[in-house]
């Protein structure tokens, strides 16, 4: 609550966790090899925007935060990169999170049913699943991180990319103050929540996509 009712201290934070962690993965896996620089954020920019799983995931997140509204609708897109670059840290430090890829797919199947069922936890509890889930969509982005290109550009670009995706699932969340909208946003929960499953059966190795 402390948090909730301070939006400029969390923004603050978060940028402050960013620099810090960025700067650990720029001395993990600094520019060696004298790839340009600017590799590494397209590299970090393209990663989020080009995976499906990633991608549907992280339009949940602002469509769930659209219905909720505000502080819900600021505090989760802010929630999710922050944790998401402490999750790239570890896996560009070599710190294992077992089960990513059945994080991820868990994650849109939850996010999914969230905006299914027009949810509406405490927001503690809203906030405590966002950051869990990006935790592993952190870890999956700090683990392929191309070799010898900057960190720091790097989870500068996939912050940027997921928040541009938070961004569109807020954008479309917006038809949810029309009637018709609400039905619209309900059915790209279910959407979003059985391409988790098919996720979620892949990495299982039930079915190959």
């Known amino acids: 609550m402390f948090l909730i009712q301070r939006p400029n201290l969390v923004r603050s934070l978060m940028a402050l966790g960013l620099v ?3 700067d ?16 590494g954020f397209v590299a970090g920019f393209t990663h989020p925007i080009s995976g499906l799983d990633h991608v549907v995931a992280m339009v949940a997140v602002g469509l769930w935060g659209a219905q909720l509204g505000a502080p819900a609708l600021w505090l989760l897109p802010i929630a999710f990169p922050l944790v998401m670059a402490m999750g790239a840290a570890m896996g560009l430090l070599g710190y294992p ?8 797919a868990c994650s849109a199947i939850v996010l999914g049913l969230m905006v299914l069922l027009e949810a509406r936890p405490p927001i503690a509890v809203s906030l405590s699943l966002v950051a869990v889930f990006a935790l592993f969509h952190g870890h999956a982005h700090g683990t392929e991180l191309p070799e010898g290109q900057s960190g720091l550009l790097y989870s500068l670009g996939f912050v940027l990319g997921t928040g541009l995706l938070h ?8 038809i949810s103050h029309w009637p018709w909208g609400k039905k619209c ?19 299982l190795g039930i079915v190959q996509r």
Do not use: D, T
């Open 20 to 22: 810090l962690i960025a």
């Open 97 to 104: 999170l077992p089960g990513v890829e059945i994080g991820i």
């Open 24 to 39: 650990k993965m720029v001395f993990a896996h600094g520019n060696h090899g004298g790839v340009p620089l600017g590799g």
């Open 185 to 203: 946003l309900r059915g790209a929960g279910a959407l979003v929540m059985a391409s988790g499953v098919y996720f979620l059966l892949n990495s």
């Open 167 to 174: 961004a569109a699932g807020i954008g479309i969340g917006c």
